[in-house]
C-alpha cells in the first residue's frame, strides 16, 4: 500500500526549508544567527538513535543603504556607502533522543571585513575584520504528531539556548581617529561582532503539509529572546556627533526569521522550492530593556532553493533575492528625534542576495526498530 509521501517527499521538503537556516542580512543583523534547534532539521525525523552531522555555509555583502523603506543611491554614487562582506560557517550535530524528540548543537564560525569612510575619520576608507567562534547554539525539537502515522503532514516546536560564546568584543585598527589623527585600536562595528554578550532563548516552529502530487507546503521561524539589554561595549559613535551620546554602548537585541513557500520534487533526488522570507531585528525586545546602539531593521526575500539528496548524504542551495528593506527608527532615533525637535531616523547597509550552501549526512542507528523508509 502506498503512504503519503515518496521515499524522498519529506526529506526534500525539510531540507528545503530547514537546512538553509533562518539568516538575517546584511547590517541589519548583529552578527550571523538561526535557528537554536540547528541548521538541518530535516534530523527532525531521525528515528531513535540516529546521528546526524551538517555544515551550513552562508555568503552576502551589504552595501545598499536605507532609512525607512527609502533606499539612499547616492552613498553608492559618492563612494561613501559601508560595505560589509560576511562568510559563516554553521556545524551542526543532532541526535534522535526518539522518533519524535531530536536534540542538536550548532558550533557557528564566522569571517568578516568592513570597509568604510566614516569609521576612519571621513577622509580614508579602510577595513576592519573579525574572525572566529561566534555564539553557540543548543536546542530540542518534538514533532506534534507521530510522523509514523502522518506522513501527509507534521509540525515541530522547538526550545533553543545561545550561549555567549563569541568574541563581543572584537576590534581592529581604526585611522584618523584618535589624537592629532592617530590610529586608534578600537571595537569593530556591531554588525561584525562574532557574537553579542548576552545568554538567549530562542523559540521555533516548522511544519510541512501535502497540497497534491509532488507539491507540499512548508514553513518555519523563529525569535531569539535576548534579555540582556547592553554588553557594555563602547561603539564610539558619540565622538561623530554629541547627538549620539545614547548610542556609545551596544545593545543586544531580539532577532526573527520566517519563511514559508512550496517545494516540488522532480525525482528520488532532486527537489526544488520557491517561497518568501521575513527576517530581522526587533526595535525593542520582547523582554528586558532596548537602550543602547542596534540598528532595527527587516527584509522581504524571494527564496528560491535547489536540494539534491543521494542515499544518507544531502546538500541544499538557497539564494534569498532581497525584495523590500525597511530600517524604522531605533528607541534611540526616537529619543534624540524628541530632544532636538529634528527627525531622526539612523540608516543600514543590506544586502542585495544571500548565499545558503548546506551538507548533511546521517548515521542510521543499527540496534533500533525501523522507522518508515522516508530517506
Known sequence: MKTGFTAGSVFFLLLVFCTNGLYAQGCVAI????????????????????????????????????????????????NTEVINHS???????????SDRLFASITIPTVINTRSSLY???????????????????????????????????????????????????????????????????????????????????????QFYQKIGGEFYAYGSGFYLINPRETNGIRTFRETLSPILDNEAIMSVPDQYAFRAGVNYNFSPETGV????????????????????????????????GISYMKNNIALNLSVPV????????????????????????????FADYLINLGITYRFPSKNKTKVPDLF
Open 119 to 205: 569609521e576612519h575619520g571621513r577622509e580614508e576608507r579602510h577595513n576592519s575584520f573579525s574572525r572566529g567562534l561566534a555564539d553557540i547554539r543548543i536546542g530540542a525539537g518534538y514533532w506534534l504528531f507521530n510522523p509514523q502515522e502522518h506522513l501527509n503532514g507534521n509540525m515541530a516546536i522547538g526550545l533553543g539556548l545561545k550561549l555567549p560564546t563569541g568574541n563581543y568584543n572584537a576590534s581592529d585598527i581604526f585611522y584618523n581617529v584618535g589624537e592629532n589623527g592617530q590610529p586608534q585600536v578600537r571595537p569593530v562595528d556591531q554588525s561584525i561582532q562574532p557574537g553579542d554578550g548576552g545568554f538567549g532563548i530562542a523559540l521555533d516552529l
Open 273 to 304: 522550492s520557491l517561497g518568501a522570507r521575513f527576517e530581522g531585528v526587533t526595535v525593542e525586545d520582547l523582554i528586558g530593556g532596548s537602550q543602547g546602539f542596534r540598528r532595527p531593521g527587516n527584509v522581504l526575500s524571494v527564496d528560491p
Open 31 to 78: 552578527r550571523h544567527f538561526s535557528s537554536c534547534s540547528g541548521n538541518h532539521l530535516e534530523s527532525n525525523l531521525l528515528g531513535k538513535g540516529d546521528w546526524q552531522i551538517g555544515m551550513n555555509y552562508r555568503y552576502f555583502k551589504s552595501f545598499r543603504h536605507f532609512q525607512g523603506t527609502h533606499e539612499e543611491p547616492d552613498r553608492v554614487a559618492n
Open 87 to 97: 562568510h559563516a560557517w554553521d556545524f551542526t550535530v543532532t541526535y534522535g533522543i
Open 322 to 349: 532581497a525584495l523590500r528593506r525597511n530600517r524604522p527608527q531605533s528607541v534611540t532615533d526616537r529619543e534624540t528625534e524628541q530632544l532636538t525637535g529634528e527627525p531622526r531616523n539612523g540608516d543600514a547597509a
